[in-house]
């Protein structure tokens, strides 16, 4: 039932944050979206022995604010374990550009968002569902309009936690700093030339 609720409340907020940057106020700023692969999923899937994608649409709001919704999907084989873990996550990030230069340069802003995980292996099969809000700082670098190289301070703060209680997955299912560099590929702007 928890898992149901937390279900239609993240996609309420995912399709809600997609309706809302598609609203006329923010029209006046034809240009200045990204809709871009973010390869972060797929290095963390691969420092777990797995993959992973994520995708994500940032829209400019006002000079200084942006809406970035974002979607993920993880299959990962956590070292020293039998367990496949599969998440497929949601969510949504409020981002203020201090220095009112659009979509670029330093920012800092807060999110929130959903896992779904699925463990298994031959014994078993566990589903469960993670809340997160993060607030994260970072600078964003633009080399052409193309690519984006977006490293990032953040820390994860889970509001509701899992029932599974495994050392192998205990790192994902904590409080914990993530930093890193994330490398986005602009979609839009490659196929709308």
């Not at 929130?112 to 292996?121: A, E, H, K, P, R």
């Not at 509001?159 to 490398?183: E, H, M, T």
Request: overall charge positive; aromatic content about 16%; proline content about 4%.
């Amino acid at each position: 039932m928890h898992t149901k609720k937390t279900l239609i409340t993240t996609s309420i907020i995912f399709f809600l944050s997609i309706i809302c940057a598609q609203n006329s106020f923010a029209e006046s700023f034809v240009g200045k979206k990204i809709l871009s692969f973010d390869l972060g999923y797929l290095q963390t899937g691969l420092e777990n022995r797995g993959w992973g994608l994520g995708v994500n649409y940032e829209i400019q709001m006002f000079k200084f604010l942006s809406l970035r919704p974002a979607f993920s999907h993880m299959t990962l084989w956590p070292k020293e374990t039998d367990l496949v873990v599969t998440t497929v996550g949601v969510k949504a990030d409020v981002l203020f550009y201090p220095f009112f230069k659009g979509l670029d340069g330093p920012y800092i802003g807060t999110g929130m968002g959903t896992d779904f995980v699925m463990f298994s292996n031959s014994n078993m099969q566990k589903e469960t569902a993670i809340t997160v809000a993060a607030p994260i700082v970072g600078w964003k670098f633009s080399i052409l309009d193309y690519v984006f190289i977006d490293p990032f301070l953040s820390y994860r703060i889970l509001i509701n936690r899992s029932d599974l209680n495994s050392p192998q997955v205990a790192d994902y299912f904590s409080n914990k700093i993530k930093w890193g560099i994330k490398c986005k590929i602009n979609l839009s702007k490659i196929f709308t030339k």
